[in-house]
T-cell receptor, first 113, second 117 residues
């Protein structure tokens, strides 16, 4: 089962680059890696998704090593508004884990002035 | 604007009440989901609908009853709830209920904050 492990919390300052690493040692061949961001009292928002190597969009970059057993979400030059919980998910929705897409505890990122 | 709209945003109900949560997606997606998020806990999947057919029921008590009349609308009917059912209920949609080698990110609404008294 493709369980994920990520730090419970991280602190940063405005303008810094933040890297959040997620471990997924049991990732399966068909699994994708997806990251979501959630603000308090809102639903999670899709940030980025990848399968291998590097993916970049206007919000973040996702680095995936060749063995795919981990991934790193990189947020360039964070601002206060990036304070949120970040979730790493691995799998094909409703195909792994007995047909369930599992959200973990996430990483609570706090950006300070 | 997320493309997924949930109403109401807040709901307070007694244990003997009957209420319904509504979700509407404007993204042309074919799959819709209900998740429950309790305080300081991960999101829990409750139900999945694909093309209006329920494909997943994650051992949810019968006091929660979903309904999917079409691919754009999803309801969660609530009756005789317990205080421990108080939570943020999130609706999501995706292009399709995925199968192997495919993936389809979830798009969430902002949820209904439910308080059961």
């Amino acid at each position: 089962l493709a369980k994920t492990t990520q730090p419970i919390s991280m602190d940063s300052y405005e303008g810094q680059e933040v890297n959040i690493t997620c471990s997924h040692n049991n990732i399966a061949t068909n699994d994708y890696i997806t990251w979501y961001q959630q603000f308090p009292s809102q639903g999670p928002r899709f940030i980025i998704q990848g399968y291998k190597t590097k993916v970049t969009n206007e919000v973040a970059s996702l680095f995936i090593p060749a063995d795919r057993k981990s991934s790193t979400l990189s947020l360039p030059r964070v601002s206060l508004s990036d304070t949120a919980v970040y979730y790493c998910l691995v799998g094909v929705a409703f195909y792994n884990q007995g047909g369930k897409l599992i959200f973990g505890q996430g990483t609570e990122l706090s950006v300070k002035p | 604007e997320t493309g997924v709209t949930q109403t109401p945003r807040h709901l307070v109900m007694g244990m003997t009440n009957k209420k319904s949560l509504k979700c509407e997606q404007h993204l042309g997606h074919n799959a819709m989901y209900w998740y429950k998020q309790s305080a300081k806990k991960p999101l829990e999947l409750m139900f999945v609908y694909s093309l209006e057919e329920r494909v997943e029921n994650n051992s949810v008590p019968s006091r929660f009853s979903p309904e999917c009349p079409n691919s754009s609308h999803l309801f969660l009917h609530l009756h005789t709830l317990q205080p421990e059912d108080s939570a943020l209920y999130l609706c999501a949609s995706s292009q399709k209920w995925t199968s192997a080698a495919e993936n389809s990110p979830l798009h969430f609404g902002n949820g209904t904050r439910l308080t059961v008294t």
